[in-house]
């Protein structure tokens, strides 16, 4: 039971973290569908330090290896905002590209590593098993990581700097009618660029807390299996709103920590289902959700629509 | 020249070539940064592919291969263009090509059908999938590109649990197909002589090439084509207009689906590749589909010649020297490709300008 709330947790971190990277960049007008290869390149960043910081203090890793996650998924980011802002680019094609180039990026650099390092093992795994140690607190069998309380910091942030500072009101008026803000001398070039840009923020640190969530080594070929678009549909059951967002990270975590532990269950290993139900399992209730919650959506007005100065 | 340059179809061309060398470029930089001694070297074997290979017979064999490998992309590509002309992005192509791999697979191995009854029930079981993204999206309003997501899921996990009844006792793949059932093989009608011998090259290279003009014929040729692509610009319009938007969208997102069900059946059914049911993640061929559509220029014919060209590479990068390098090269010259696909509407966009801009100059002097 422990063990099950420790993952649903730590699950929903990563999908907390990564939605509300998907909410800031929406409500600023842009679909990030990329999200899914800037935490692989958040991860990939992380995973460096963590690999090349090997003796030093618990504080100095958390805090370096989350910084270059964040950077790293910041830079990556910027493909987006190039292509979706100032190339009038289709939005879903290129958040496609990310994805795919991400994990391809990956593999090849971290096998070029690796074979660098050792000829004889060409293999796109990187090992962090000591700096993982300084990541997780073990209270009494369930082991707590940093990554938990920064991800209630980040919904609460997210919602001042939405609701309550003048940057988030004027960059959500980007997403619903950029003409108008513009009008009133909003720039809705710069505005879009800062959502993409946390949102590369977010999605980076979220990877860097999926690579950690259960294993201390990642084999970087597999990519991370479809979270960030779970993120997306997280965000879209949350309709947009960081609060919301958070209790559907909840509940869409509890579900694949499900297929992590099922095991220490006597009544669902009773049931003798296969393991490969439990692996489906977050994806189907995810679209059992989205069926239900997406007739009356909230999304941005404007979102997906490239702006164009010269329309009102 | 300036008649030439003007035209739609040219432009598309330069546009797409534009990418592929930029790709290249790229994929070589990125050689380069790794190991400077071996870069040109491996680029040029990622061009070459089978040229590689000294003796003709070899070379002819291995283009067999590649040619194999290269028409169920173009049924994926097919597949990703058809939904996009309608406005739908229809990234789930990739988990309806494993629905066709699991569908045909097992009732070849487990049942003993033959290769046609096989094949349609490939595109039976993509085309289910592709409905559930359909309704999903017309009565419910659910973006297409995340239910298509989940369903991908969702659908390797299924095929890996299904099959895991066909495999083999020891390993992971999915039983020989030529030894359990050989009338589920798809005939090669002879044409495994033109390719020294290469028994991968089948019936499914006419198929392809049969799909992709029947696409064309009913996307710009038909009624039914004209509703679909009605009802992609504008769904409020098109109901106006009495069609009925719903059934249009959902009939899309089957046939887009039945393609990439068929492409499926089309690579597993030549006995040339097996399913792995320890497989961990969906395999690329759905979203190599998507490079290859685009950089077809959302054509049908294009996508052929973009579908080989895009496996020539994936194939050429398996030759690459792998002491320094990993054959995922090519993955990110072809990802990069499709990066720079999302500009070639800004391409053409550039290249109008450019010709208005002296034509403007011709008048004034």
Redesign the interface.
Known sequence: MLLLIQYTLIFASVLLLVALGGCISEHSGVIN?GLEGIMVVGALGGALVMRSLATSSALVMVLVAMLAAALAGMLYSC?LGV?AIH????Q???G???N??A???A??FV??MN?AAN?DK?S?EIEYVYARKLFVVNINGFEFNWFMPVAILAVVLVYIFLYKSRLGLRLMACGEHPQAAASVGINVFKMRWIGVLISGLLGGLGGLCYILAGVSIWKF???V??FG??A??VM?FGQWKPARIAVSALLFGLFRALSNTYTGFPFLVSLNL?G??Y??MP??V??IV???T??A?LAPKAEGIPYDPGTR | MRKLLKNEGVQAFIASILCILAGLLIGFI?LLC??PQGAGESILDIIKNFFTWSRPASQLKQFGNTLAKAMPLVLCSLSILFAYKVGL?N?GAAGQYVAGACASLYAALAWGWGWLPCMLLAMAAAALLGA?IGI?KAY????E???G??????AL??T??VLTHVKEQASPYTLYLSKENPSALLPTLGLENLFSGNKNVTIAVPLAILAAVLVWIILSKTRLGYELKATGNNRNAARYAGMAENRNIILTLVISAALAGLGASLLYQTGYMRWECTQ??VP?MG?NG??AA?LGGLHPIGAIFSSFFIQHITDGGQYVN?????P??S??I???I??L???V??IKLAMRRMLAQKDEKKGAK
């Open positions: 569908l493909l292509a190339l009038k680019a289709d879903t094609l290129v496609t590209a990310m795919l180039l994990t391809a990026a593999t090849v096998k070029a074979t000829p060409p796109s070929e597999n990519g299996a479809g678009f779970l997306l549909a879209i296969p490969n139900v692996n489906m994806y189907i995810c679209l989205l069926a239900f997406s007739r959506s | 990125v790794i190991n992005f990234i559930i999903l419910c309003n659910v973006n590109v995340i239910s997501i989940m369903l991908n899921w969702i996990y299924t890996n649990a961990s993640s690329t979203f998507i490079a685009f792998t002491t320094f390098y990993s995922q090269i993955d990110v072809s990802s990069v499709i990066y696909c999302s500009f509407l800004f």
